[in-house]
């Protein structure tokens, strides 16, 4: 399975330069958050395959103008083709903004995710904003990463674990992927393809 990751600025390969064939040969697209819902939506409107989204801290606008045709994953799992993917949007606390959440906040509502995650018996792909802690973030409080999310990797251990936040332009130590114990760290900044 083929699946387009992106997050954080929108790409002018797939939104500029837009030719439908390039969309022709992905199964799936995940958003990682920080995205125009048109952009969204546009992607929506040409692709085969579904389009899961969470939130960033900058996509307050959702709650008016949601991207249409695309599917929210916050705080869900949505299984397709059997994949078991678990979304938390958002990023750490730095201004009380919406879509910002404290590590006691992030953890509560990772505890409110679980008997979805137990009930599918595990996850295969967390997608959240946020970076974990320690794993490609930032030593700023905004770009810090959530430890509760190390937390929910050691347990369940998914395959992929998905991200937006840190933009890869910040700096040349951030990763655009890299490895966990058994889950490979994908920084889905502007657009990735990676096949599961």
Same mark, same amino acid.
């Given at each position: 399975m083929k699946i387009l990751l992106l997050a954080d600025?929108? %790409?002018? /390969?797939y /939104?500029? @330069? @837009?030719?439908?064939s390039k969309l022709d040969d992905i199964d799936l697209i995940i958003s990682a958050g920080d995205l125009e819902a048109d952009y *969204?939506? @546009?992607? !929506?409107? /040409?692709a085969k395959c579904p389009v899961l989204y969470v939130r960033g801290n900058h996509d307050s606008k959702y709650e008016e103008n949601p991207p249409e045709g695309c599917i929210p994953i916050d705080d869900k799992?949505?299984? /397709?083709k059997g994949l078991r993917i678990a979304g938390l949007?958002?990023?750490m606390c730095y201004n009380y903004? %919406? =879509?910002q959440y404290t590590e006691r906040?992030?953890?509560a509502r990772i505890m409110k995710l679980m008997p979805k995650i137990l009930w599918h018996r595990g996850i295969d792909i967390l997608v959240t904003h946020a970076p !974990? *802690? =320690? *794993? =490609?973030d930032g030593d700023d409080l905004p770009h810090r990463g959530f430890k509760c999310f190390v937390r929910l990797i050691d347990r369940f251990s998914p395959k992929m674990f998905i991200h937006g936040h840190v933009h890869m332009n910040y700096g040349r130590q951030y990763k655009r992927v890299d490895k966990y114990k058994n889950t490979t760290v994908i920084n889905a900044y502007e657009k990735y393809v990676v096949e599961i």
């Open positions: 600025i929108e %790409s002018k /390969y /939104y500029d @330069f @837009f030719e439908k *969204l939506s @546009f992607l !929506a409107t /040409y799992v949505y299984v /397709y949007g958002g990023s903004g %919406s =879509n906040e992030m953890s !974990a *802690l =320690n *794993l =490609n």
